[in-house]
């Protein structure tokens, strides 16, 4: 099969649209944090809590279905993410007030989410070789993988916003839309042929040996990728989970605006990813550090906004802390893909990742501590240490 799509263009396609309503999926339950906290049934650290139960359920996928598809293939492994995904939508659709079952579900659709990151994310990559496609960049399986991730977590909470903001069924309609969406483009996925052949497949040693993934020991990995990492989704949620629960009092449709918020970070991300490879240049420096400044100054602009609250210049921040998400996710999926070896691409993937949603839990950190310090202080601690992270990586990435 490989032999008759080799030197065909856009074979990746299919895996990018499977990875495209996964991502779909695991990110439209963001603008609804506004109408479940809304509806009452929850308090706001619960809602915050299913935050963390998604980013679990993502490290979960992104640690296990990594070293899975390095083993076994990419299809086996990413072939079932779109169906766990729906599933996750059937359960949070079913359980508007009831805690247990919104908290498999967002399980569930984490879980999707680390399967299409590590499997679908190598996938991307190897169909993007000149084996498959002639002349094609070498950086151009990161940019592919990330712009396809960042199109869904941007559409879905949009969608997702504007249903439960001026339609019937607020807490079901957006995932109905996704469960048929994922079964429409399901079929898709059959025709993308698998790229971990049977030579490659002959691997010594256990699966549990391949959980260590001995390239994440490299010293690149360690202090270029590693800073990086959690302010993907640190820069992300600050700007559509933390920004709407300040300024909900301030707009008249809070839902459709926390969609807008999302729409706003994630669509400047995409843009970003679209430039990534000449934003990085041939060097191995101007990247990683433009991550930093631009996460630098999105979170310097959350602090004013937490001081100052105003719809409108909330916006504007959202834009640099959409490009921090877009630049981070980018260079650092590309740097990681560079010091991958075949067989660990997607078990050093899946760590990537999971140093990505490490910044998830900061919406439910900061209302932990709100009672003892205010969002100025706390959003200002993240500038410091946005500013450490600069610092190192700005010595590292000439070094390393």
């Not at 995932?175 to 698998?194: C, G, K, M, R, V």
């Not at 256990?206 to 990492?229: A, Q, Y």
């Not at 600050?238 to 449709?253: C, D, F, G, K, W």
Request: with cysteine; hydrophobic share 55%; charged share 10%.
């Amino acid at each position: 099969m490989v032999d008759n799509v080799r030197g065909q263009k856009r074979v990746w396609l299919a895996v990018s649209l499977s990875i495209f309503t996964v991502a779909w999926g695991g990110n439209e339950f963001t603008p609804l944090l506004v109408f479940y906290r809304q509806q009452g049934n929850f308090s706001d650290l619960a809602v915050d809590l299913m935050l963390i139960y998604y980013a679990i359920g993502v490290a979960a996928g992104l640690l296990v279905a990594g070293p899975l598809s390095d083993r076994y293939g990419r299809r086996v492994v990413m072939l079932p993410a779109p169906l766990i995904a729906a599933l996750g939508s059937a359960f949070i659709a079913s359980g508007e007030e009831t805690a247990l079952l919104m908290s498999i579900g967002r399980a569930l659709s984490g879980v999707a989410v680390g399967m299409a990151m590590t499997a679908g994310g190598a996938w991307i990559k190897e169909l993007s070789t000149p084996y498959f496609e002639p002349g094609v960049g070498s950086s151009e399986g990161a940019r592919r993988a990330s712009m396809s991730l960042t199109a869904g977590f941007a559409l879905g909470p949009a969608a997702a916003g504007i249903l439960a903001q001026w339609l019937p069924l607020p807490g079901q309609l957006a995932y109905i839309l996704h469960i048929l969406l994922s079964l429409l483009l399901l079929p898709l996925l059959l025709t993308a042929p698998e790229t971990r052949q049977s030579a490659h497949l002959k691997v010594r040693g256990s699966f549990w040996g391949d959980i260590l993934v001995p390239s994440v020991w490299e010293k690149r990995f360690l202090f270029v990728v590693t800073p990086m990492g959690p302010w993907v989704f640190g820069a992300g949620f600050t700007a559509y989970a933390i920004l709407p629960a300040l300024l909900r009092e301030q707009v008249t449709v809070p839902i459709a605006y926390s969609a807008l918020i999302a729409l706003v970070t994630l669509g400047t991300g995409f843009g970003v990813q679209q430039l990534g490879p000449r934003i990085m240049g041939e060097g191995r420096t101007r990247g990683p550090v433009l991550a930093l400044v631009a996460t630098v100054l999105g979170m310097a602009g959350a602090t004013l906004i937490a001081m100052h609250p105003h719809p409108w210049w909330a916006l504007v921040v959202c834009m640099f802390l959409g490009s921090s998400y877009g630049l981070c996710m980018f260079v650092g999926l590309a740097e990681t893909q560079r010091i991958a070896p075949p067989a660990d691409m997607a078990g050093l993937t899946g760590i990537f990742y999971c140093l990505t949603y490490f910044g998830m839990i900061f919406p439910a950190v900061l209302t932990r501590l709100s009672d003892y310090f205010t969002y100025p202080a706390m959003l200002g601690f993240g500038v410091a240490m946005a500013a450490l992270c600069l610092i190192i990586v700005s010595f590292t990435s000439r070094r390393l």
